[in-house]
């Protein structure tokens, strides 16, 4: 039997209660009050309802407040969904008003719980086929078990069908999880076979197997749809489908492009077979790199760190212009000035000389990269 949730029946019950002018009650199949124009009213027992459900009657009116228990003066309505009576909506007021109100309300609230159990459908559903996609890419599988496969093509996903993989990252501050929205909304109506999700701040995309060239392709377009003067977009591209089974490592090698594509001033798309350094880079244990980043930035909080690493890559990113970074960063360039005047006392090492950038953009590269594990 469907049960009404208590927060679509509050939301009923204050669309509904605007409309008429009358206070609206919502009980459930418990006999109890989930939603009340009277706040006060809700988790009370209503009898009213009680004696409906148990006699299966189509309308109980309530001729004054004592006569049924929790009950005001007015009519109560069974709510029928599939043939089942699922709640009671009540009316309270004068009889004859109440009951000039009384089908409409009923069919309404009908029809708004339909909604929004529907809607709540929606929602685990795709919530369900996030949380399978990513275990499904983000982690390592060893074998394809059937339940799995059944799994998948339950939520509407064939992972048996070859791939590539390639994972977007979008740089706007004030606009990035409206252009998320939209870059998905954009992926999706290419091809129902398309699949994309968020994790960890990027968007990972899920393409029937195809060419390098082919892959370059569909990123240009994605780029081109959705990047401007404020936002700037970066694909790394994974370097092509081997086995259903290592599609984490796919997964695992257009994150390292895409690191590559936003921290070592590449183009906007790279594959991951075009790596040199970042390889290298890559079998440096990560509690190393934590070790590096602590020795750079000794003594800085984490938030510290964050803020001086930000303010140095935008400097770099505008070859050394203390006005164009200023104005990137939003702030005066004496302040940028100072800011880096406080990283040179404090690390020993000055970002505004050239010698030290590479001891700047590793640490950019690490934060970047275990952010996004």
């Known amino acids: 039997m469907l049960k009404i949730s208590k927060r679509d029946a509050a939301d009923i019950v204050d669309q509904l209660s605007t409309l008429i002018n009358l206070k609206i009650n919502i009980v459930g199949s ?15 027992f209503h009898e009213a309802t009680d004696y409906i459900i148990r006699n299966n009657l189509d309308e109980l009116v309530a001729m004054n407040d004592d006569q049924f228990i929790g009950t005001h003066a007015g ?29 409409i309300i009923k069919k309404m ?7 929004k159990e529907r809607e709540n459908r929606i929602s685990k559903f795709r919530q369900d086929r996030e949380r399978f996609v990513t275990n499904w890419v983000c982690n390592s599988q060893t074998v394809m078990t059937n339940s799995f496969r059944t799994k998948g093509l339950e939520l509407k996903i064939d992972i048996t069908i070859p791939r590539r993989v390639m994972i977007i990252s979008i740089k706007h501050d004030a606009r990035e999880e409206l252009i998320k929205e939209s870059c998905i909304y954009e992926i999706q109506k290419q091809s129902p076979d398309n699949i994309v999700f968020e994790n960890l701040n990027v968007l990972i995309v899920l393409l029937r197997n195809r060419s390098d060239i ?17 936002t700037k977009l970066y694909v790394g591209i994974d370097e092509g489908y081997t086995d259903i089974l290592k599609i984490n490592e796919q997964y695992a090698k257009a994150m390292k492009a895409l690191i590559s594509c936003r921290h070592l001033g590449r183009k906007s798309i790279c594959f991951y077979n075009e790596l040199n350094i970042e390889l290298v880079l890559e079998e440096i244990p990560l509690s190393v790199k934590q070790l590096y980043i602590n020795k750079i930035f000794k003594g800085f909080s984490k938030e510290e760190i964050e803020d001086a690493v930000k303010v140095i890559k935008v400097f770099y990113e505008e070859d050394g212009s203390i006005m164009r970074a200023s104005e990137r960063l939003n702030i005066h360039s004496n302040t940028l000035q100072y800011k880096l005047k406080r990283i040179k006392i404090r690390t020993g090492y000055d970002p505004r000389k050239l010698k030290y950038a590479a001891t700047f953009s590793l640490v950019d590269i690490f934060l970047f990269e275990m952010s996004n594990l």
């Open 109 to 115: 609230t009908e029809i708004l719980i339909q909604g």
């Open 30 to 44: 418990d006999s109890i009050i989930i939603a009340n124009s009277d706040r006060e009213r809700v988790g009370d």
């Open 75 to 103: 009519t109560n309505l069974p709510l029928v969904i599939d043939k089942q009576i699922i709640g009671v909506v009540g009316i309270t007021g004068p009889y004859k008003k109440a009951r000039a109100y009384g089908q």
């Open 214 to 230: 082919k892959m370059e392709h569909f990123a240009n377009k994605i780029i081109d749809k959705f990047s401007d003067d404020q």
